[in-house]
Structures are given as structure tokens and as C-alpha cells.
């Protein structure tokens, strides 16, 4: 029978972290796996993971700790700042309770799974977990938490700042504060009024902190490290094709590389808390290696992680891939032509593969009505979702493939490459990817991008470029391949006022009208690898 009870572990200064445990039926001793997360003990991630008695029926001592300033631990909660030592001190003090055989793994996603990465203890083994599995999650706060392209995820940014408001609020007995956050979740008014609710109840939280700063300039932001050690421990780095934080995990990768780690990466068709059916079975073999027993009579090492496993997005099949660093079959571009219609007709432009574009394409962005942003990895409805009603809009510029002669595997980054040029200082331009079926009804999206150019970028005589979310699909015979691109995505990023003032919402009367003239000649779309080489 699993047992359950809290435990407290007491800090150098004090504060207090309470955790609860779920031990194994029988007398151990047993390894430990560690979560650390600000949404309650109770909730345990089970959201996508198997709940911590799943887990321990499978002979793992599970913890699941409130991090400082959450749930019943003591503290001040500051976000990220505080995990690294706290972090150390939890798994130092995990290796020595009762039952424990002394190993420990680390595990969860999002806050979880930087939580696990954030270690003070550099080179103290006693500190670091045996073996992590970091998901959804990385170090850069500006490029793998807060923004894209120099545009902040606006919907998804303040939907999670309020998130941690509110938990803020019921910590203090704000039962008024927690119903106000909640209701405007609920009705969607947050994506205008989110920025006042977070100035009023949590004015000094971490997520404010990131939509006050220039998403456009490193400078003020944080990116954190990653001790070497810990890097080169053995590692399974969880990711899916429609999350947000997708690449951070494949930097995670390479970083881990480069410190002479041989990390295991594994890709979904997920978004971030849909993983249809999610990997605990994947996640227990990868924890009895590394922390259970060997078998009598042997003494080997842990072998490294499997291969890189990749999801197709299309056909749910799995993938295994020797080298994310390495180009995946030919090299894939097109170039975008157009006789100047492509944003009246959908069917006008057009991707060649041939190495010259050709033509001129004008988009006007109207504030009153701009286009929406929708699925993808960046929609509060993630994932393919159909579009042909988007690209039927005056405002949106659509780009197709002839039909495909044979099926399409596409595994990367695609990268649109333009010249641009706008009649106000600043603009956005929003780039999605879709499949088009034979009869041209249906448009599924598959990938979308964005990017924000500023006053300062604007002087520069040379293409923009707006990288697409990486993706693993395979396209049909018979179908067509679209680009299609526009000056917005609501509430996806906010509407840019065109002013060069940093946008903070949707429209309003000083939004300026932007005009925005595509010049197809030297445009490419092609697709990178996954990761790139060390």
C-alpha cells in the first residue's frame, strides 16, 4: 500500500519548503524522483504526467515540493531567481530520508523542468540530481519564456503571470483579487486589462517583470546557466512540436552536447498540457536504468540515452534520428512570386523552387480589424487548425506549392527570408505554413512564426527573416504547400502601434494604419535542421 505524508525541509535562512511523499509499499530502500513546482503539491504536474503513486508503485520514492513563497512552504515567491539554491538543498536533503537508497532523479515540465536545471551546487555530486528529465522548459528568459521573433507571447504570457497572481492572492487571503483574475481568464478580457490586473495584485511578479521589458534587445534580460556537471549527467529532454518552449529544449540539447553529455531528446505531436496519453512508461524504463539496482551478477553502466525520437505531427508514427544537427534528406526552399494579387486572391502567389523570386506585394494593416492569431504553438488552442478563412482576408498574403508529385517528409526550421519595406517605424510580420488539400477547401495549419521589427532594424538594407515553430510532418501527394503572411496575430502577440513604441495589447485609437510592401525579388523560404551543429 503507498503511503503518504509532508515532510518539511528547513533552509540556511530559515524559510521552510514543505513537500509531500508518496512512498513504495514494502521496506526500500528505494531511489527518490524529485519535482519542484509553485502550483501545489497536490497537483503534482498531473495535468501530463502519471500521479505520483503511479510512480511509486513502480518502487520510487516520489517528493513533490512547494518551491519557496507557494503552497505551504515559507518564503517570498521571486520566480526563477530562487530556485538554484534551493534546488541543491532539496536534492542534498532527498538523498539522506528515510527509505531512500540514496540516488535521486528529477522530473516535471514548464516552471517544473527549469526548476530541475536551476543548481548552485556546481561540481558537489551530492547536490545534483543522478539523472534529470527536463521538459517544456529553458534557460533564456527572454527567447524560451517570454517572447519570439522580439514580440512577446502575449496571450500565453499574461495568461500564465495571472496564473501565479492569483495563487498570490489566495496565499494572502485576497479571495476578491483571485475572483476578479479568474473571471477574466474566464471571459478572455484579460488579453486587454491583463497588464492592470498584474500592476494591482502582483506588481512585482516575474511575469510583469518580462512584459515591461524590450523583448527586441538581450540587454535586462536573464539567462540562466546550467552547471556542466549536471549537463553531463544522463538526461531525457522531453519537448512537443506545438509548445512554446520547444526551443528551448532543443538549446538544452546542444548545450548538453557541447558539455560532453549524451542527452536523450523526444519529440511529440503535443501541445504544452495536451500529450495525448503522455510518456510515463518512456520516463519509469529511463529512471529503473539509472536509478534502481542493477541485475544480480552485473556491474556495466548505464548505456546513453536512445536515439533522438521524433513524433510526426500527421501520422502519429515515431522516428528515430542519429543527429538532429544533420540535414534531413535535400535541401527544401522556394522562392515567392507574385503578379502583385497575392493578398486578393489566395490562389495568386505562388512558391517556386527555383532560386529567384519575382514581384511586388502590398499588405495594409488596419488596427480596427486586425488578423488573428490562431493555433499553432503560441494559441490558447494549440496545435493544426484550419485557416482557410484567414487567407480569404485582403491583409493576409498567401503563397502555394504546385501539387506535391510525391509525398513530403519536412523535419526543421523553416526560415522566411524578405524584403520588407513599411511607411511607419515599426511592424510585425506573421508567417504561417499549411497544407492545402487538392480541391483547395481545406487549409491545415502547420507551423506559424512572428517577428517584430524596430526603429533600429528598419536602416538596414537586407531581408527580414521570421523563423517558423520546427516541425516534423509528412505532406501527401496531391497537396499543396502555402506561406502565408501578415502584419498581425491577435492575441497571439500584441497589435504593434507602428509608432515604435513597445506594443502592450490590442488596438486602440493611436494605433497607427501600416502599409506594408512585400518585395518578392531574392525571397526564400527554406528549411534548416532541427538543431544546429556545435
Sequence with gaps: MIRTLDATLQLADGVRLTSRLWHPDGEGPWPVLVMRQPYGRAIASTVTYAHPSWYAGHGFLVVVQDVRGRGASDGCFAGFAQEAADGAATIRWARGLEGSNGRVGSYGFSYQGLSQLLNSAGNDDAALPDCLSPAMCGLDERLHWASEGGAHWWALGLGWALQLAAEGCRRRG?????????????????CDEGLALLERYDPAGMGLRWLKQDPCVPEGW?????????????????????????????????????????????????????????????????????LQDPAPGTSAPAAPEAPIRLQCCASGAWHSAGDASEPQ???????????????????EGEL???????????????????????????????GPVERADLDRRADVACFSSAPLEHDLWLLGIFRLQLRVNADQPSFDLCAALSEVSPDGRSVRQLSTGVARFSPRELSAESHRTVALQPLATLVAAGQRLRLSVAAAAWPLIAVNPGDGSLPAGGSSAEHRVISLTLDLDGSWLGLDPLVRAN
Design 174 to 190: 485576497d479571495g476578491a483579487g483571485w475572483r476578479q483574475i479568474r473571471r477574466s481568464l474566464q471571459q478572455g478580457h484579460f
Design 352 to 382: 517556386r523552387p527555383e532560386p529567384a523570386g519575382r514581384g511586388v506585394v502590398v499588405l495594409v494593416h488596419d488596427p480596427w480589424r486586425p488578423v488573428p492569431g490562431r493555433g499553432g504553438h503560441l494559441g490558447l488552442v494549440p
Design 329 to 347: 534528406g535535400a535541401a527544401i526552399g522556394w522562392s515567392l512570386h507574385s503578379g502583385g494579387l497575392a493578398a486578393i486572391r489566395c490562389d
Design 222 to 290: 536573464t539567462v540562466h546557466t546550467a552547471a556542466p556537471a549536471l549537463l553531463r549527467r544522463p538526461m531525457l529532454l522531453i519537448g512537443g512540436w506545438h509548445d512554446p518552449h520547444l526551443n528551448g529544449v532543443l538549446d538544452l540539447w546542444a548545450r548538453a552536447r557541447a558539455a560532453g553529455g549524451s542527452p536523450g531528446l523526444l519529440i511529440g505531436a503535443w501541445s504544452h498540457l495536451d500529450w495525448n496519453g503522455g510518456l510515463d512508461s518512456e520516463l519509469l524504463a529511463f529512471f529503473r536504468r539509472h
